[in-house]
Each structure stands twice: as structure tokens, then as C-alpha cells.
């Protein structure tokens, strides 16, 4: 039988290790070894080369003692300067950036009304390398302290290759976008569905902290799906995430030749589109519908997945009870009587700047889990000096 590679074990045990300080720090490693089902040994391995790197310090509280030994108490907490990365949140008409430390604390925060919609790729890459550099220098930072950067956009992102395959905001299919924007910033960048990084920010800091399991719906221009699972985003081959507007809501007919999808639906009748007088339809029952045809597909995700929580996101929200009502009667009356109490619709009006954390959290993520001795990003930024 074939057994695990021992670095991706390593690795594991890493994360989890630094997850826990992250989340529960000043943390002791006692409470660390309970936390994570660790052996105490396994974790004073890991948190000494992790204070090695200068990625998590050390901070002596004299009040507390250990019982064993009598002697004060180590406390453990993610070190802020150890790693300092950047997170975007791309929409049509507006862009969102924040920088952070390696807490995820902003430093910077910025959202910047720029019309993206319609421009080609390559305008766009201008753009976001102007507004990342604009913002790592409002932080008191220089590109060379970047150890990553996560953009977010709406529609189907192939997060392994770096490739938008479709958007609302780019004219082009397949926009190799992290590649452009790695040579551009000479750092690594990353791509994501929007909603991922709001799911991930949900799990952080929002209404999916301490969940391991929750569902986030995005309202917004275009309608997206985030799977928490586990404690882990889902994603399908080559990291693409689910898109909910793709879901075929009724098939073709001899009146009808083709196919309608969710967010053919919910955009013909307002529910995604925005004018002048921000979301909503012109004509109120046909919005009202449309809300409804959201809230059935709500429905048939709690009927899938279970979730104690769905979580409702986006700039669409702002249509208050227009919106919520239609949605919530059409979970209630479409959620299997099984199910009815399981699952809990809870409206989060958070701006885009908590997206752009997510951004910068989806990168934070995949540092925490790095193999760090003399790889990591401290000794990295250092040797780049």
C-alpha cells in the first residue's frame, strides 16, 4: 500500500499548526497539540523551525504558568511582518484593493470607480498593476515585500492556470490573466471566482467562522456559488469553481428552442442588473420572480448539501426586502419539509473591501501551508534584499 509523501504531511501538520495560532493565538502549545490532535512532540518540531523563519513569535505571559513545570507559559501568535500580500476585487465599474500583513490585518485599503467592462485584457492588466502598486505603496511597502497577490472576478476562473475562462467584465474568453499580471508585478498572482474570496473572508472573519461547512450565494453580476466543506473551498477539475447561474431552470420546448439558465432568468428581469437607481427591475412582478427563481435554487442547494448556513452576498442585497422576500418565501416553499430547520439564510451587506481580504486570505492560505525553511516567505523577501 502506498503511503503519504512525507512533505505534503509535513506540510499539512504545518497548516494546521499555524491555522490554530492564527485563529486562537496567543495560543500555548499545549493548546495547540488539542487543538489539532497533534502529538505535543509534532507541534514543538514545527513551532520551533516556524519561530526559526520568523513567521510565528514567541511572547512570555508571567501570569500564566505551566503546571508541570512552574515556569511561565509560552504564548504563540502569528508574527504581522513575517509575510505581506494583496488582494483585488474586480467589477465592472469598480475595482477594490487592500494590503496585508500576515495576520490578514489591512494595511491599505482601496476602491477605485474605474470602468472595466469592455476594455481588452491587456487595458485591464494595466489597470489592476497600477492599482496594486498604488496601494502596496500607500502600506508603506515596496513590491519586493509582496509575496503574493489574489485577484477575484466574477464568472468561471480556472484558478490552476491562471485563466479566465468567462466574465462579465472581459470581452475575450480564456484571458490568461495571472500569467500578465505575474510578469507585470514580478510577484506570484493568482486568480479566483469572486465568490471564493468572500467565502473564504466568511470563514475568517464573518457570519462561516468557526463552521466547517456553509454555502455562500453572490448577488451580484453574475451569481456565484462558494462550497465551504470541511473547512476547504471546493472546486472541480483544474480549480474551476461551480458557477450557480449556469443551472439550467427549464429546457427547451417546441415554443421555446433553447435552454434557460438561472442567470438568464435573474438578469432578464433586473435581479443582476444594475441602472442608474442601483439593482431592480423595472417591472416589479417580474423581479419578484426572478428573486423567487433564486430562492428555488437556494432550495435545491440545501437539498444537496445541508448546510447550517447560507449566505447571502452582494451588491444586489441592496434591494432589501424587494429581493429578500420573494427569496426567502421561495426557500421556504421549496426546501424538502426534512430539511426545513437545517439550514439558516443569513444577509451579509459586508462592502467589497471584505471580497479584496478575501483575496488576500486565499494567498495567506497557501503560505501558511508552504514547506518554509529557507523557502518561506521571510527568507525569501531577505535573500531578495
Not at 491587456?122 to 505603496?137: L, M
Amino acid at each position: 500500500m502506498k503511503t503519504a509523501d512525507p512533505e505534503l504531511m509535513r506540510a499539512i501538520n504545518r497548516f494546521h499548526v499555524m491555522d490554530a495560532i492564527r485563529r486562537f493565538g496567543p495560543i500555548s502549545r499545549v493548546e495547540i497539540a488539542d487543538r489539532t490532535d497533534l502529538s505535543p512532540t509534532t507541534v514543538s518540531a514545527i513551532t520551533a523551525l516556524l519561530i526559526d523563519d520568523k513567521l510565528i513569535v514567541p511572547k512570555s505571559t508571567g501570569a500564566l504558568r505551566d503546571a508541570a513545570r512552574g515556569r511561565p507559559r509560552v504564548m504563540l501568535e502569528m508574527n504581522p511582518e513575517a509575510a505581506y500580500v494583496t488582494g483585488v476585487k474586480l467589477a465592472p465599474s469598480r475595482m477594490t484593493i487592500v494590503t496585508t500583513n500576515f495576520r490578514a490585518d489591512i494595511l491599505h485599503s482601496v476602491s477605485l470607480p474605474t470602468r472595466l467592462e469592455g476594455k481588452s485584457a491587456s487595458a485591464i492588466a494595466a489597470i489592476i498593476e497600477d492599482g496594486v502598486r498604488r496601494s502596496v505603496r500607500a502600506a508603506g511597502l515596496g513590491m519586493d515585500d509582496i509575496n503574493g497577490v489574489c485577484v477575484g472576478i466574477p464568472g468561471v476562473v480556472e484558478r490552476a492556470a491562471g485563466r479566465c475562462r468567462q466574465s462579465p467584465i472581459f470581452r475575450e474568453r480564456d484571458v490568461p490573466l495571472g500569467e500578465e499580471l505575474s510578469r507585470r508585478l514580478g510577484v506570484p498572482v493568482t486568480l479566483d471566482s469572486d465568490v471564493n474570496l468572500v467565502t473564504l473572508a466568511e470563514h475568517w472573519f464573518g457570519h462561516g467562522r468557526g463552521l466547517d461547512d456553509f454555502l455562500v450565494v453572490s448577488i451580484e453580476h453574475s451569481l456565484g456559488l462558494g462550497i465551504m466543506h470541511n473547512g476547504e473551498l471546493f472546486r472541480g477539475a483544474n480549480g474551476l469553481s461551480p458557477d450557480l447561474g449556469d443551472i439550467l431552470v427549464r429546457p427547451p420546448s417546441p415554443d421555446h428552442n433553447t435552454p434557460d439558465r438561472l442567470a438568464m432568468v435573474v438578469t432578464d428581469d433586473g435581479l443582476t442588473r444594475r441602472n442608474g437607481n442601483g439593482y431592480g427591475g423595472a417591472d416589479p412582478g417580474a423581479y419578484a420572480a426572478a428573486a423567487a427563481s433564486l430562492g428555488m435554487a437556494i432550495a435545491n442547494l440545501i437539498t444537496l448539501f445541508a448546510p447550517p448556513k447560507v449566505i447571502l452576498a452582494g451588491g444586489a442585497l441592496a434591494a432589501g426586502e424587494n429581493l429578500l422576500q420573494p427569496l426567502r418565501a421561495a426557500v421556504e416553499e421549496f426546501t424538502p419539509p426534512s430539511l426545513a430547520d437545517v439550514s439558516e439564510i443569513i444577509v451579509d451587506q459586508s462592502g467589497d473591501e471584505t471580497w479584496a481580504r478575501g483575496g488576500a486570505v486565499m494567498t495567506l492560505r497557501e503560505l501558511y501551508g508552504a514547506p518554509w525553511n529557507s523557502t518561506g516567505p521571510a527568507a525569501h523577501r531577505q535573500a531578495s534584499r
